[in-house]
């Protein structure tokens, strides 16, 4: 039944001049993954061993953001520079080690499952390449899809269009014709830069949990 329902989602969404897409693409965190939470609890904790507080009413709105911008915008709340490459790793080390609570959200990783073999499909993610992978395999996502980018393939973190647009080259189908599943107020800023019709999930998500 949640695979029906979120392939009416879908149909029920303008897709903008383009019509039907050729391809998807999909964000990871906080789109085909629950693993937010897993990186909320993981900045807390840096950030508290160096004697800072991170309110969930700040982390929420940036949720979407790289690690180095994330840092970044930290350094601006505290007024205190990091080293990045340090935080980071740390963060790394959190999150593989509390992977286990990270899983799938269902409703969009259906959308996945019943397009597999039917589009040429993507993930094109924020996240650190090693935790990006992880995640997926761990929750079985890893081989719906025929290429995953992760910010560290690309350098420049959304909004900057270059992820998703690398995404479509791979995929062999020009942008226009390339959906994405997004989340995030970034994310949906980069596709819009790369002419994607973007959907947001956050309503079909939310339905499902009032399921």
């Not at 080293?83 to 740390?90: C, L, P, T």
């Not at 993930?123 to 935790?131: D, K, M, N, Q, W």
């Not at 350098?155 to 995929?171: H, S």
């Amino acid at each position: 039944m949640t695979g029906q329902k979120s392939w009416a989602f879908l149909a029920q969404n303008d897709l903008g001049e383009g019509g039907a897409p050729l391809a998807l693409i999909f964000d990871c965190d906080g789109t085909l993954l629950n693993s937010l939470p897993v990186y909320e609890r993981a900045w807390v904790a840096i950030w508290g061993e160096l004697g800072y507080s991170m309110e969930h009413s700040w982390y929420q709105p940036r949720s979407g953001f790289s690690e180095d911008n994330l840092i970044t915008a930290f350094e601006e709340k505290v007024g205190q520079k990091f080293d990045h490459k340090a935080i980071s790793d740390k963060m790394k080390t959190y999150y593989l080690a509390n992977i286990q609570h990270v899983v799938e959200i269902t409703p969009v990783a259906d959308i996945a499952r019943n397009a597999y073999g039917k589009f040429p499909m993507a993930v094109a993610s924020c996240a650190p390449r090693s935790l990006l992978l992880e995640g997926l395999k761990i929750t079985g996502l890893f081989d719906l899809f025929d290429t995953i980018l992760s910010v560290d393939d690309i350098g420049v973190p959304k909004p900057a269009p270059d992820i998703f647009l690398k995404a479509a080259e791979r995929l062999g189908v020009e942008a226009e014709h390339c959906l994405v599943f997004e989340d995030s107020v970034t994310g949906f800023e980069a596709a819009k830069r790369a002419h994607m019709p973007v959907i947001d999930v956050t309503p079909l998500i939310a339905s499902n949990q009032k399921d």
